[in-house]
């Protein structure tokens, strides 16, 4: 939750992920294998069903009010809309459910106006990642428990994601959603953070380049707020380079990934490409502007099989000795005795 005072980046992490239908799915799919109210919930609508609700109605973008706001069929089949609202806290705010009740006489209200309904009955789902016990939609002491879905004017869920398991999460088939639900889950727990983030590097390398490394990069914004500038030091180690964690950015990164994985054909070939836009000024020019030191950098912590492994690609690929001693580190010598 954001108000007009704050740009928090952990409310714009949440709404950035989980603004799209398909991670939204896999965010209850996970919630409800320990959380009864969201089972539930997915059992009386139409999951393939969600669409979000644009801004003009639910005033959701950086510094917007609401977090996320949906309609979903019901699935009674007779495409009867019903309108969600996913709500984000990461500490106990006594404000809560006076905000949630306005996004849904503001939100849900004007969106059934516009489309010539009385009214949507609305499902606020409230999800929270803080360090202290806390469930807004318990706190009505004066009432016994039977009276608060009364008191409330939306059907109220809660979820507490620490509850959501590491074990679901390794095994969900949406990467995106899990690794940013256990950076919530871990958000005050460096240690455990370190420990299970790197086990999500397998299933990170099955998703596009560019969607990993934006990933990434906002997972890297949100945990520093919570846990400072050191936190991204840390997961630098624990996805062993800078360029890995950030999707392989440099050309040394891109070597040690590629001799790690044993795949010294596909590298050739990559240097082959970098080397054809070289010879527009030179071979020795193009590697003079970094190409060489990106690729020593890269080779520098290989093994010396592996150098021996990679000069033999690059001789069978026709290239000089010269270039591929300088690429290497390797002697002539060596080269010529492969």
């Not at 949440?14 to 539930?40: C, T, V």
């Not at 917007?64 to 984000?88: P, T, Y």
């Not at 969900?172 to 299970?196: H, P, Q, S, W």
Request: glycine share 6%; aromatic share 10%; net charge positive.
């Amino acid at each position: 939750m954001t108000n007009k005072n704050s740009r928090r980046s952990h409310d714009a992490f949440f709404r950035w992920l989980f603004a799209d239908e398909n991670h939204l799915r896999a965010l209850l799919k996970l919630s409800a294998k320990s959380n009864l109210e969201i089972q539930q919930f997915l059992a009386a609508v139409d999951p393939n069903t969600f669409v979000r609700i644009p801004d003009t109605y639910s005033n959701v973008d950086e510094t917007g009010e609401a977090d996320l706001a949906f309609r979903v069929n019901a699935s009674s089949g007779d495409h009867a809309l019903v309108g969600v609202l996913l709500e984000h806290k990461s500490g106990p705010d006594a404000n809560t459910l006076a905000q949630m009740k306005k996004y849904v006489n503001s939100v849900m209200n004007a969106y059934a106006q516009s489309h010539s309904a009385t009214q949507i009955p609305t499902v606020a789902i409230l999800f929270y990642n803080g360090k202290v016990p806390w469930d807004p939609y318990k706190n009505f002491p004066q009432y016994p428990e039977y009276f608060h879905n009364l008191i409330l004017p939306f059907k109220a869920a809660f979820v507490n994601m620490t509850q959501i398991s590491d074990d679901d999460c390794l095994k969900c088939e949406d990467v995106a959603t899990a690794m940013g639900v256990t950076a919530m889950k871990y958000a005050f727990n460096r240690k455990k953070l370190l420990a299970i983030l790197p086990k999500f590097q397998k299933a990170l390398t099955q998703i596009p380049y560019d969607e990993a490394k934006n990933l990434l990069e906002k997972i890297s914004v949100y945990l520093k707020e919570y846990l400072g500038e050191s936190i991204l030091k840390e997961l630098d180690m624990a996805f062993v380079s800078i360029g890995q964690k950030y999707g392989f950015v440099s050309a040394g990164d891109v070597f040690r990934q590629r001799l790690a994985a044993g795949k010294a054909e596909a590298l050739a070939e990559g240097i082959s490409k970098g080397l054809s836009k070289g010879r527009k000024e030179g071979l020795s020019k193009g590697l003079s502007k970094g190409r060489a030191e990106g690729i020593r950098q890269g080779l520098s912590k290989g093994r010396k099989e592996e150098k021996l492994s990679l000069a033999k690609a690059f001789r069978n690929k026709g290239f000089p000795l010269e270039t591929i001693a300088e690429v290497t580190g390797l002697s002539i010598d060596e080269i010529k005795a492969l």
